[in-house]
């Protein structure tokens, strides 16, 4: 019988574990594209590692997925090292890379027909597995069609369908919904949170803090292929601030105003780029009500607000006291700057 | 997209023991020929080459070369077989190289499957284009004229052993297709290397007209070889010499570098 684990790292005995790394490193050239990464990745939670691109997410997921080999440190997934065990591990895991890993030149059915096949599943049961899947993801419409004429929610919500053909224990996710519309988005995020019901330990690379807090358990962020930070998504979220309150104003010249009235109300504010917003750090609504009417009944004219979470930059200026910028174009100059 | 449904199929995912390594090749090769069903076009090189060849070979040079064309179509039509069909095996490297470029190439690694699968698969697969281009050799050549004085088992047996041959030579191309960058360069450097080792064979020219240090290199290329023991199997008078030639070439390829393609395959980053 289980019995619910009081959450939190410390509490975690190690046959908890789904996935666990330690001092993973991997370099490509010159390049440190992972440096040292720890995770411990309870059985049946959601992990989330979040991280700018180029941060080294894809190569860790790699590393795990048995399809890169670590230079250094270990890993090992429900107990099976990575690399002495990658067979033992291959039948446990499955992966929806970043680059849809679906065939583009097959149509849905025949993509999913053609796993079922690789995975052991008879003909007959290969597609009446195909024929569920589709059905139960929105896609028997477009079942018979190529997939290189699929959307980009369908591609993903295929690719997700291609992951659970045959159980599995451990989901790799990487930046399953980055470029897709928000509908799109919810269709995953539905789909992550059916799966993680059904008790599936599933890592989950993503750009977004929102989506790591609407789905995951515990949180690893990380920058330049080392983890700054690691937590649960409330942990994480009091230690860099909770939230932001986003206005816009009508006139730019009002912004001496806003600021100093802002500044009241909620303490500090950031002028942004745009001269006629600013932001000011805020997690509680009716806090951030006052201060906006607060702002009216002295004249500023508000052309819009909101009231946000922090973006992934506002965490990495927070951890790390940089913005996150787009490490991959940061290594590629470096890189030009060598040659 | 209902959460009942949804929750159902989760529910529900069976736990299959794995597939055989036959099963999960002959799999690999069913993708193979989902895409020739998806893009028939596809067999257009494979089909429209070969005729070329034949026309051109047999009117163009026959006259010249032999003397007369019904004559130098017996002596030509197994030698384009051959050829044909090896050119052809460099398209293997080249789509696999192409493969690689997509992330569904990540998926299949991270299967727990037979590793040479994939690899095995996809050259299965392209063993009908082989048998494609040359059944489309042999049956232009009865139109124009070609009679194989040991009929069709014979022809059947040629096709057989040149099929055997040219898929031990595909690993040559796979191993160049995982280990160049670009479809092209996996093109170019292929048709750098068995263009010249086509033609210094005995495919068009009878060797016996050759100067002597390259009469000998053209006698002791297996591609030679293969040509005669095609021809040999086509007229009824095959040594067995050459096939054993043939097949020990084909198994030597095989054993080097499938070995190599595989351990390329899986170690590619
Ligand atoms: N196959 C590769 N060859 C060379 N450099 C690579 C390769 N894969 C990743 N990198 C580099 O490693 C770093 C981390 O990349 P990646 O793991 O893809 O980051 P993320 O998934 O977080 O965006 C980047 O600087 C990237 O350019
Ligand atoms: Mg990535």
Redesign the pocket.
């Given at each position: 019988m289980s019995f619910e684990q009081p959450r939190g790292l410390t509490s975690m005995s190690r046959t908890d574990l789904a996935i666990e790394t330690s001092g993973l490193v991997k370099s490509?050239?010159g390049?440190r594209?992972v440096d040292g990464v720890d995770l411990a990745v309870r059985a049946g939670s959601v992990y989330g590692v979040l991280?700018p691109?180029?941060?080294?997410?894809?190569?860790?997921i790699r590393m795990l997925a048995t399809l890169l080999r670590p230079d250094a440190g270990s890993a090992r997934v429900l107990g099976h090292d990575v690399v002495a065990e990658a067979d033992e591990v291959r039948g446990l895991v499955s992966l929806t890379g970043?680059m849809a890993s679906v065939d583009e030149e097959l149509t849905g059915r025949e993509n999913l027909v053609l796993l079922g096949r690789l995975l052991g599943l008879k003909w007959r049961v290969a597609k009446d597995r195909a024929a569920d899947l589709l059905d139960a993801f929105g896609l028997a419409d477009a079942s018979g069609r190529l997939v290189k004429h699929y959307s980009g929610g369908m591609r993903r919500r295929l690719d997700i369908a291609a992951s659970i053909v045959v159980t599995r224990e451990v989901m790799f996710l990487d930046e399953p919904t980055t470029g897709l519309d928000p509908r799109s988005r919810n269709q995953v995020w539905d789909i992550v949170r059916a799966l993680a019901a059904e008790g599936t330990t599933i890592l989950l690379?993503t750009q977004y803090l929102d989506e790591a807090d609407q789905l995951a358990d515990g949180i690893a962020v990380i920058d330049h292929g080392r983890v700054i930070a690691e937590g649960t998504p409330s942990q994480l979220k009091a230690s860099i601030g909770s939230g932001a309150l986003h206005v816009r104003l009508l006139d730019p010249d009002q912004r001496p105003v806003a600021e100093r009235l802002l500044a009241r109300e909620l303490s500090t504010v950031h002028l942004e780029p745009d001269p006629a917003a600013l932001s000011a750090p805020c997690a509680d609504g009716n806090r951030a009500a006052e201060a906006v009417a607060e702002l009216s009944r002295a004249g500023v004219r508000v052309a819009s607000f909101s009231l946000g979470q922090p973006s992934l930059d506002e965490v990495f200026l927070a951890l790390t006291g940089h913005p996150a910028d787009d490490?991959?174009e940061e290594?590629?100059i470096a890189e030009e700057e060598l040659a | 997209m209902t959460e009942a449904r949804l929750h159902n199929v989760l529910a529900t995912a069976p736990r299959p023991r794995r597939p055989s390594a036959l099963s999960a090749s002959l799999t690999f090769g069913w993708r193979g020929m989902l895409k020739v069903k998806h893009v028939p076009e596809q067999l257009m090189d494979v089909t429209l080459t070969p005729v070329l060849f034949v026309l051109m070979f047999t009117y163009l040079f026959g006259g010249a070369i032999a003397g007369s064309t019904a004559e130098y179509l017996d002596y030509i039509l197994p030698g384009i077989l051959v050829m044909s069909v090896l050119f052809t095996t460099v398209y293997s490297g080249v789509s696999l190289n192409t493969d690689l470029t997509k992330g569904v190439v990540d998926r299949f690694r991270s299967l727990p499957i037979w590793r040479p699968a994939p690899l095995v698969g996809a050259l299965l697969g392209d063993s009908l284009r082989y048998l494609v281009a040359g059944t489309v050799i042999v049956v232009l050549g009865v139109a124009l004229g070609y009679r194989p004085g040991a009929g069709v088992g014979g022809v059947v047996l040629a096709l057989a052993l040149v099929i055997v041959f040219a898929f031990a030579l595909s690993w040559v191309f796979t191993t160049l297709g995982l280990l160049l960058r670009s479809p092209n360069a996996v093109m170019n450097a292929g048709f750098t290397g068995i263009f010249p080792l086509t033609f210094l064979s005995n495919v068009f020219v009878d060797p016996e007209t050759l100067p002597g240090p390259l009469k000998a290199f053209v006698d002791a290329n297996p591609i030679s070889i293969l040509a005669s023991a095609s021809r040999g199997l086509m007229e009824g008078n095959v040594e067995s010499a050459d096939i054993a030639v043939v097949l020990g070439t084909a198994a030597l390829l095989t054993a080097l570098f499938a070995p190599l393609t595989t351990h390329l395959y899986r170690t590619r980053?």
């Open positions: 490509f050239g390049t594209a991280g691109n180029g941060a080294g997410k894809t190569t860790t970043q690379c490490q991959t290594a590629e | 980053t």
